[in-house]
């Protein structure tokens, strides 16, 4: 196919119109005259986790809380493996970036004093079906804010160790998109979609995770040479079973605890409660026989009842559709529970790039915020919101100092040929969902999906390592007629670069941390003497490269050194 080439000159590019690109470029646009351009593959109107709302903002500090107690939360609640000055910072914005969202329009619910209605120290209650597009109502009006929807980055333009921009293409048009920037922001999300889901067949796009986040952004760093972190430790979600609804707007909304079926109550059988233990508290009591397991609201008032109606309606629909076609509801029979298959996401885990204070990576003139970024588990919408407003601070601080060489166009050339060339290629013997069904069928069997209950063993992913390798080589020969087809053949190519690296940290950390998250059989032990540290890696000559960094404390100013 023909393709015609359009060069864009910018300021600043934000890869992803999400929740953390929307407000990092709303931040620069109206503290600067710096020309912003937005490149979202869908449209920001409803693009990204947020597209179809939220009913809760779950990072606040709440009464009698702090940043610093929030930091020790996460801290307890990561087993120790966190940035500390990066949740730290987050934490001394999460109340500001509330107040807001909630100027430009955001209905937060209060009580009869004119506070917020909390749900639970550190969550507040919000009707929020709307919010992506108030994001983006607020983008529209700004004059130095472009937004190119429907265009796919693909890769970083890199010069010298140094992020000039990006590339990629129009989902829509025959248009290749060269795009030259003095900063990039990376905010494409985390990765859905490595692993067989809950729900086979027609039905398997309905996951925890937007299924649109397929990883790109960890892709085009880790095959820049950036620097990434924590990718063994992967977000396993607890939710509501076949629908995949949020399990916290009942276990925080109306204090519901998880019961078996015997209607024992068991999370604290296995540890301390956190997010991973009331997990692996559930696999293991399914396990052991004792499920299905489920939330305790049987007998709830018909009042608490509509209350869950309507925290539903917010995000997640199809679970009052479950209850209405059946004609029951939660004050009817309890709420089954099952894990999902297995994310690589910085916004609820620690997986994502290696960044400094002001969230710079370890490629010149590269930012990386929101899930896409690592280091700070538990940042929710709220945190990602307070690391584009980190990253844009520091882009606004810097602005005059950038300097950036443009690849040459031999560079250029060989970047665009890389995009166009699937459309030579013959037809391949693989449709793209078979290979991507492949990708899928090998992380859960061997890399601890949910038919292995989230455990695997060194044997088990070497393995993997071989048959990704395999499947990978299979994608890069697939064929593209259009340009949505080679949409989706990068989506499953993004995926395979995020599987490899997933694989070399799960086979680095010879430990078990977190339950489920990262559950080796091998070694099946917590090891706080040897593995007190950070999991890193760099791509280079096409093999992972594990590093092994120590821990940065809350008041540690770290910067990059290498």
């Not at 399914?286 to 925290?311: H, M, V, W, Y």
């Not at 400094?356 to 280091?375: S, W």
Request: hydrophobic share 35%; aromatic share 8%; with cysteine.
């Amino acid at each position: 196919m023909k393709a015609e080439i359009r060069t864009v000159e910018t300021d600043t590019l934000i890869i992803g119109g999400g929740t953390a690109g929307c407000f990092c470029a709303l931040t620069i646009a109206e503290n600067s005259n710096l020309q912003v351009v937005i490149a979202e593959k869908a449209n920001i109107k409803r693009s990204g986790c947020l597209a179809a709302g939220v009913n809760a903002l779950n990072a606040y500090i709440g009464k009698g809380e702090s940043p610093e107690s929030f930091v020790e939360y996460v801290k307890r609640d990561s087993e120790g493996i966190i940035r500390e000055d990066l949740v730290y910072s987050i934490a001394k914005h999460l109340n500001s970036v509330i107040k807001r969202l909630e100027d430009l329009g955001l209905v937060i619910l209060k009580d009869e004093k004119g506070e917020y209605v909390q749900r639970g120290k550190r969550s507040i209650k919000i009707n929020g079906e709307n919010i992506k597009p108030i994001l983006a109502g607020a983008i529209s009006v700004q004059e130095n804010i472009r937004v190119l929807n429907n265009v796919n980055i693909v890769d970083y333009l890199v010069k010298d160790g140094c992020v000039a921009g990006a590339v990629g293409f129009s989902v829509r048009d025959n248009v290749v998109y060269v795009i030259y920037a003095r900063k990039t922001v990376c905010a494409t999300g985390g990765a859905a979609g490595l692993y067989k889901p809950n729900n086979p067949g027609f039905s398997r796009h309905k996951m925890w995770y937007s299924p649109f986040n397929t990883g790109a952004g960890y892709a085009m760093g880790i095959r820049a040479g950036a620097e990434m972190t924590s990718f063994e430790m992967r977000f396993v979600a607890l939710r509501c079973k076949d629908t995949i609804a949020p399990t916290g707007t009942i276990a925080q909304g109306i204090e519901a605890v998880q019961v078996n079926v015997r209607g024992e109550e068991y999370v604290e059988r296995y540890g301390s409660p956190s997010t991973h233990i009331r997990l692996y508290a559930t696999v293991m009591e399914n396990l052991n026989g004792n499920g299905p397991c489920f939330l305790k609201t049987k007998g709830i008032s018909d009042e608490r009842q509509g209350e869950l109606f309507k925290a539903y309606l917010n995000m997640a629909p199809s679970q009052i559709l479950k209850w209405l076609e059946r004609n029951t509801g939660p004050a009817h029979e309890n709420v089954e529970i099952e894990g999902t298959e297995p994310y690589i996401v910085g916004g609820h885990s620690a997986s994502g790039y290696w960044v400094d204070r002001d969230r710079k990576t370890t490629l010149g003139n590269l930012y990386a915020i929101g899930d896409v970024a690592g280091g700070c588990p538990k940042k929710y919408v709220t945190g990602c919101l307070a690391e584009g407003r980190i990253a844009a601070e520091s882009i606004l601080n810097s602005a005059e100092d950038t300097q950036t060489t443009k690849p040459d166009k031999k560079e250029i050339s060989e970047k665009v040929k890389y995009i166009t060339r699937f459309f030579d290629n013959n037809m391949s013997l693989y449709s793209m969902e078979e290979v991507e069904q492949a990708m899928q069928k090998v992380m859960d069997e061997y890399a601890g999906g949910i038919s292995s209950a989230y455990v695997y063993n060194q044997t088990k992913l070497e393995t993997a390592d071989k048959r990704i390798k395999e499947i990978l080589a299979i994608a890069e020969n697939l064929r593209a007629n259009n340009f949505r087809e080679l949409l989706t053949i990068f989506e499953i190519i993004d995926r395979l670069y995020v599987c490899k690296v997933l694989i070399r940290h799960l086979r680095a950390r010879q430990e078990t941390r977190w339950r489920c998250y990262q559950e080796n059989a091998d070694y099946p032990e917590r090891d706080d003497e040897n593995w007190m540290r950070y999991v890193n890696s760099v791509f280079s000559d096409g093999d992972v490269k594990i590093i092994f960094r120590e821990l940065v404390g809350r008041d540690t100013i770290y910067e990059h050194k290498n």
